[in-house]
T-cell receptor
Framework: DGGITQSPKYLFRKEGQNVTLSCEQN?????MYWYRQDPGQGLRLIYY???????QKGDIAEGYSVSREKKESFPLTVTSAQKNPTAFYLC?????????????FGQGTRLTVV | GENVEQHPSTLSVQEGDSAVIKCTYS??????FPWYKQELGKRPQLIID?????GEKKDQRIAVTLNKTAKHFSLHITETQPEDSAVYFC????????????????FGRGTQLTVWP
């Protein structure tokens, strides 16, 4: 079953702790993205990567970190420096360099700070 | 960078009526404009897209129009049904080559569409 998978679906974190959200895709896509979704704010880009071992900051990168060691994987770490981490996080992937740049989304991870 | 504005933020229609959602963009180099539908608690999914070399595209009850001169594009849903209720996002990007900074999607803030039976 091809697609993009995020885990876990729900995540609870204590204040001051780092937490890592998983994102894996088997679509052979070059590009991967992390978005944060808050009510009324739409989809805001945190980080994106267009090729292995390279990534760029999006619009709200502060307090987050990523790695892209493998084409299939793009984990997001929410650090203690992120002051308001409670949100719905979406990972996406797309194929660069082709006529079709449809982005495929994972099912999301809802992070709650307790 | 690109700035995408989307209106209205909420839209309520009676079943069978039409719904129109409008978006504007700022970067004249943008050439790919997808629309995503996100049902409650689910992932966004592409429902239709349009490229800058065409002015209109239809897929059954859904159509998208693009005005490059005015830099705006719209989603039209006809004969709405309760299952059309969802949040709709417009987006814009520039398709490009591998390794370039092109291809990133810029999203509007979304429109909550409610279709009343």
């Amino acid at each position: 079953d091809g697609g993009i998978t995020q885990s876990p679906k729900y995540l609870f974190r204590k204040e001051g702790q780092n937490v890592t959200l998983s994102c894996e895709q088997n679509l052979n896509h070059d590009a991967m993205y992390w978005y944060r979704q808050d009510p009324g704010q739409g989809l805001r880009l945190i980080y994106y990567s267009q090729i292995v071992n390279d990534f760029q900051k999006g619009d709200i990168a502060e307090g987050y970190s990523v790695s892209r060691e493998k084409k299939e994987s793009f984990p997001l770490t929410v650090t203690s420096a992120q002051k308001n981490p409670t949100a719905f996080y979406l990972c996406a992937s797309s194929q660069q360099g082709s006529a079709n740049t449809e982005a495929f989304f994972g099912q999301g991870t809802r992070l709650t700070v307790v | 960078g690109e700035n995408v504005e989307q209106h209205p933020s909420t839209l309520s229609v009676q079943e069978g009526d039409s719904a129109v959602i409008k978006c504007t963009y700022s970067d004249s180099a943008s050439n790919y404009f997808p629309w995503y539908k996100q049902e409650l608690g689910k992932r966004p999914q592409l429902i239709i897209d349009i490229r800058s070399n065409v002015g209109e595209k239809k897929d059954q009850r859904i159509a998208v129009t693009l005005n490059k001169t005015a830099k705006h594009f719209s989603l039209h849903i006809t004969e709405t049904q309760p299952e059309d209720s969802a949040v709709y996002f417009c987006a814009a990007s520039k398709t490009g080559n591998r390794g370039s900074t092109l291809g990133r999607l810029y999203f509007g803030r979304g429109t909550q569409l409610t279709v009343w039976p």
